[in-house]
């Protein structure tokens, strides 16, 4: 599934055309994605095709494609502070993007089928945030991921904010997936071939409306157990922070206001990050047309007709796109420095209370 925008060389390339799209239209969402390489989320032999707008697949691990990704983080309305439960959270790459916005005093819950991908996200996890210099950009809300049936959650728990389901949903559990949420909560999923956004106005009042159409494998039934009884799954419990964990997040955020302060001021010479490495000019046409072709969604672009001002616009961008091209690649400027990291490691504290501020850290 995808194919909407052409592939990126990087996971800030693939950002770009789904910009360009108009599949990212909001900043935090876009934040979210260039903060967290989808690559990292692939097998090492599959890498090459990270930066293609097309859904991967290799035995229970899945990813969707990043045009249905943009759809979904842009259509949950995601703000900090909310709970989110993602049903069929794989590989935990939405969860983390999620999380990213959601900021420590949210709620991140993701329900899993298969056991072996459980374990894949958790590595995923702790991969990101022991190594990625994004993490520090952001406070976090972690996810929690338990294995079992969505379709089999207790009726005690607790409802959310946002949902989101990644498998197609049949028409006979949608009022299942609705009472997920809270009255003012959004519910975001694939059903009848149409990725649909629910919002819950009332106790029982909600308001529908088709995003995109697509083709999502559908939600596998339970398998219940020979005495007929099925597998509840019960959902973490939204615990409260610890005062260590409360103070970890304060001093990190005091931190990241100082480094602010100085930027802004001047006094820390460098503080600011250098920009990001010129791209070649994007071509804006919109998205026209999405059809299938042997379950797969593709998407094709349809021009304006041309016309002698647009083609000699055209050759002006390609042009200037040639010429950036050869610009030499040592005015690539350094990767920026984690400042936050920096800062941590240079204040009079013991080494095992600088690696707990930054979440121990390999890097």
């Known amino acids: 599934m995808g194919g ?24 935090l969402v876009e934040q979210a994605f260039r903060a967290i390489d989808r690559a990292d989320y ?34 949950l309305d995601l ?38 991908v459980i374990e ?26 338990v294995i079992g049936n969505c379709l089999e ?7 959310y904010d946002r949902v989101y389901c990644g498998a197609g949903v049949q028409k006979e559990h949608e009022d299942y ?28 009042a909600w308001e529908t409306k088709k995003i995109l159409a697509v083709s999502f494998a559908p939600l596998i039934q339970p398998n219940h157990t020979d005495s007929g009884k099925s597998r509840l799954v019960h959902l973490p419990p939204v615990a409260v922070r610890s005062l260590q964990d409360l103070a970890r997040i304060a001093i990190r955020g005091t931190i990241k206001k100082i480094i602010h302060q100085e930027a802004l001021s ?22 026209e047309t999405i059809v299938f072709l042997d379950k797969e969604v593709f998407a094709s672009r349809i021009s304006s007709p ?30 920026p420095v984690n400042f936050l990291r920096e800062k941590v490691l240079s204040l009079p504290l013991p080494d095992p209370l600088k690696y707990y501020l930054l979440y121990y850290r390999e890097k």
């Open 120 to 145: 894949y996200a958790k590595q995923k996890l702790d991969f990101f945030i022991k190594t990625s210099d994004s993490f520090d950009k952001f406070e976090f809300c972690e996810p929690s991921f």
């Open 266 to 287: 001047g006094a820390g010479n460098g503080l600011k990050s250098p920009p990001r490495f010129k791209r070649r000019r994007l071509r804006r046409r919109r998205m």
């Open 306 to 335: 041309p016309d002698d001002n647009n083609n000699s616009e055209d050759m002006e961008e390609e042009r200037l796109e040639e010429e950036e091209e050869s610009k030499p690649s040592e005015l690539k400027p350094d990767p």
């Open 177 to 204: 997936m609705k009472n997920l949420l809270k009255v003012g909560g959004i519910l975001v999923m694939p059903l009848e071939e149409k990725l649909t956004k629910i919002t819950r106005t009332g106790p029982s």
């Open 4 to 27: 909407a925008v052409s592939a990126g060389e990087d996971n800030d390339e693939l950002i770009d055309n789904l910009k360009e799209a108009q599949y990212i239209r909001t900043e």
């Open 79 to 116: 703000q900090p502070g909310l709970s989110f439960l993602n049903l069929g959270s794989g590989t935990g790459y939405l969860s983390s993007m999620v999380g990213l916005i959601l900021g420590p005093f949210g709620v991140n819950h993701g329900v899993e089928l298969h056991s072996d």
């Open 153 to 159: 959650i207790s009726p005690d728990c607790t409802q």
């Open 42 to 75: 692939y097998l090492e032999e599959f890498k090459d095709n990270a930066y293609k707008d097309l859904a991967w697949k290799h035995g229970n691990i899945h990813l969707s494609a990043p045009c249905i990704y943009s759809e979904v983080m842009e259509a």
